[in-house]
């Protein structure tokens, strides 16, 4: 991290901290930016901890975040610990991704001790696995011929399956990298999928691959196919708590 989003970050920290006072207990970094892999223009993203959801004081809120998001801020996470304890069964896949990859900037961490259960995990990345595979198949038929529109839904797939394969390698049992196309390669190799086809769609949100209207319907062809096979896994899945 250079200094600029340093310093940045730590005006940040300080400007919440006088705005919370004592009713905050922790602020945290995660996203892109707590993995390594954020990239200019890309959002920077917290998540605080209060210690009570005081509504009366977020139209004041809303205004520092107006400000933070011109210094390249997304919309904090502002949440009780309450709310994070009864919601990992809910959110399981995004909150073992704050898990894996967050950093403390105030308080204690929360997430350190955080117990997401396996169970809780297979059942999101199966539903996020066929949610995915309908709206693809869906827009493999409305977008037949549109090159734009392929392009940009292969490539807000890309999170999605990131996200699916994080949690298909914490419930066997192995470490999850940091960059998301080792990620994917491990993912790919645990299932048994074609890894090309994963790695063309992270060159496609990465803008680093241009795809003309044959090459995307093929990705999307391909893709599909991949999906298909990731489905039956997860449905097959047994877990061992």
């Not at 250079?2 to 602020?27: C, H, R």
């Not at 991704?97 to 259960?117: A, I």
């Not at 409305?142 to 090159?147: D, F, H, I, Q, R």
């Amino acid at each position: 991290m250079d200094d600029k989003l340093a310093a940045n970050l730590d005006s940040a920290v300080e400007l919440w901290k006088q705005f919370w006072g004592d009713e905050l207990e922790s602020i945290h970094l995660y996203g892109s930016l707590a993995r390594g892999d954020w990239s200019k223009g890309s959002d920077i993203n917290l998540v605080m901890f209060v210690k009570n959801n005081d509504y009366s004081r977020w139209s004041e809120a809303a205004g520092i975040i107006r400000r933070k998001m011109k210094k390249g801020f997304g919309i904090p996470l502002m949440m009780t610990r309450r709310y994070l304890e009864s919601s990992l069964d809910v959110y399981p896949i995004e909150f073992l991704d704050m898990k894996l990859f967050h950093k403390t900037l105030y308080g204690d961490d929360p997430f350190e001790s955080l117990n997401v259960e396996l169970r809780h995990l297979r059942l999101q990345a199966e539903r996020e696995i066929k949610g995915k595979w309908v709206a693809m198949r869906q827009a493999a038929l409305e977008l037949s011929g549109n090159t734009s529109g392929t392009r940009d839904l292969l490539a807000r797939s890309v999170p999605t399956w990131n996200a699916v394969f994080q949690a298909l390698l914490v419930i066997d049992g192995q470490e999850v990298p940091a960059d998301k196309q080792q990620v994917m390669q491990a993912g790919c190799k645990l299932v048994g999928l074609d890894a090309s086809v994963f790695e063309e769609l992270l060159m496609v949100r990465n803008e680093s691959k241009n795809i003309n209207r044959n090459a995307a319907s093929s990705l999307l062809t391909r893709a599909l196919e991949q999906v298909d096979k990731l489905a039956i896994y997860a449905d097959k899945l047994s877990v061992n708590e």
